[in-house]
């Protein structure tokens, strides 16, 4: 091990005992970390060397950085996002949300709602199992769990099935719009999501606020009815540093 870490970068060494000094509880949730000048003066190394180190650990979410004040250890809680229990019919047909299983009693708000008619474009058109430029209704909002923007969310559903129900205004009622496809007769049966990552683009970055280096997280979730018909897709974009993905299934 001694080796391995003789052969590391300088900065990788720093990053590395300043994640063991925060799992050990030397620096908790919201304390300062050590100031450039320090951190030069104890591994006697260059400013970038050390600006490396500490964006090690801003950019794996462990720390932020406060303009004219420092870097910190990060306070926010990661979410626990459960993929298999929050999509449940359970959870949505007894009227909850789907956020419930992820965030217990904490503090989400969700902002930024707009609800439009647009015509499809190819992707998801082709998804719909509709021709390019049909009418498809689109939500667009944002996710913000204790003061944090976490979450940018657009769900794409069929006009003509969604038209003059809840779906088309910002609050749905209970359940979301889970529960009102239900009560539409298009209840999702089957649920498909696909996952990846990338760095954002500067608009997402703006709207999660997210620290430089910090990559996002895609998942494309598919919602089918009984009879195999797509009703919603929906595209998420999760900062990354703010998310643990659990899915726990029998085998």
């Known amino acids: 091990m001694a080796a391995q870490e003789s052969s590391s970068p300088k900065y990788r060494r720093i990053a590395d005992a300043l994640k063991r000094a925060i799992a050990a509880g030397e620096y908790r949730p919201g ?33 932020e950085a406060r303009k004219g004040a420092g870097v910190f250890v990060r306070d926010f809680q990661p979410v626990r996002r459960r993929g298999v229990p929050r999509l449940s019919r359970e959870q949505w047909g007894d009227g909850r949300s789907v956020w419930a299983t992820d965030v217990a009693d904490r503090d989400l708000v969700v902002d930024g709602v707009t609800v439009d008619e647009e015509p499809a474009i190819e992707a998801v ?56 496809l239900a009560e539409l007769g298009a209840a999702p049966a089957r649920f498909r999501e696909e996952v990846r990552s990338r760095m954002p683009a500067q608009e997402e970055a703006d709207q999660l606020r997210l620290p430089a280096g910090t990559p996002v997280i895609l998942i494309s979730r598919t919602a089918m009815a009984d009879d195999g018909r797509t009703v919603e897709i929906n595209e998420m974009i999760l900062d990354a540093s703010a998310y643990v993905l659990e899915y726990d299934f029998d085998a």
Do not use: C, W
């Open 31 to 63: 304390d300062r970390l050590p100031g450039e000048n320090e951190l030069m003066d104890r591994h006697g190394v260059a400013r970038m060397t050390v600006r490396q180190a500490l964006g090690v650990l801003t950019s794996e979410g462990l720390a």
């Open 125 to 180: 058109a082709a998804r719909l199992d509709l021709a390019p430029g049909d009418a498809v209704t689109v939500r667009r909002r944002r996710f913000v769990l204790d003061g944090k923007p976490v979450l940018l969310s657009t769900s794409y559903l069929p006009a003509d099935l969604v038209a003059g129900s809840a779906i088309t205004r910002p609050d749905t009622g209970a359940g979301g719009v889970y529960a009102r």
